[in-house]
């Protein structure tokens, strides 16, 4: 029976230890990209006020800063798991509103169709709902 309890803690070691091994990869996996995306969005901005032709606009200044605030969100969600043991919806949260309002700001709503429209104001409404209801963590 002691052998079969001792196996049991084994295995339950082992699953244990995945998510973790999962979620140190996905660490690695965003820092590579928040950094990219660091470089991208300054290098925009350098030639936003360098480079004379419209291939460089403000929209795409703002889309590049809002991609790396949603990596960024998303990476101290990860970091919030490693100190906690436990993921932040009211994080998740945050990362899709700018994500969504990444969406807004990028495509043009003028040829949105209606149903797209809705569609985008819903999704809006309740990821803001879902922030103001959902009470943040208390410190760890």
């Known amino acids: 029976m002691a052998e079969k309890t001792d196996f049991m803690a084994s295995v339950t070691r082992i699953f244990s230890a ?12 965003l820092t590579i990209i928040a950094v990219f995306s660091v470089y991208d969005a300054a290098v925009l901005i350098f030639q936003l006020f360098t480079v004379t032709n419209e291939s460089v606009n ?3 200044v703002i889309n590049a800063l809002l991609l790396t605030i949603t990596i960024i969100v998303l990476f101290e969600t990860v ?3 490693f100190r906690t043991k436990r993921v ?8 899709g509103l700018t994500g969504m309002v990444r969406h807004v700001l990028v495509y043009n709503v003028t040829t949105i169709d209606p149903v797209q429209m809705v569609a985008t104001v819903a999704v809006l409404a ?5 922030i ?7 410190p760890a």
């Open 88 to 95: 932040e919806i009211r994080t998740l949260l945050v990362a």
């Open 58 to 60: 403000l929209i795409s």
């Open 132 to 138: 103001v209801l959902i009470k943040p963590e208390p």
């Open 79 to 81: 970091a919030v798991y």
């Open 18 to 29: 995945v998510p973790l091994i999962l979620y140190t990869i996905v660490a690695i996996m």
């Open 126 to 130: 309740v990821l803001i709902a879902g």
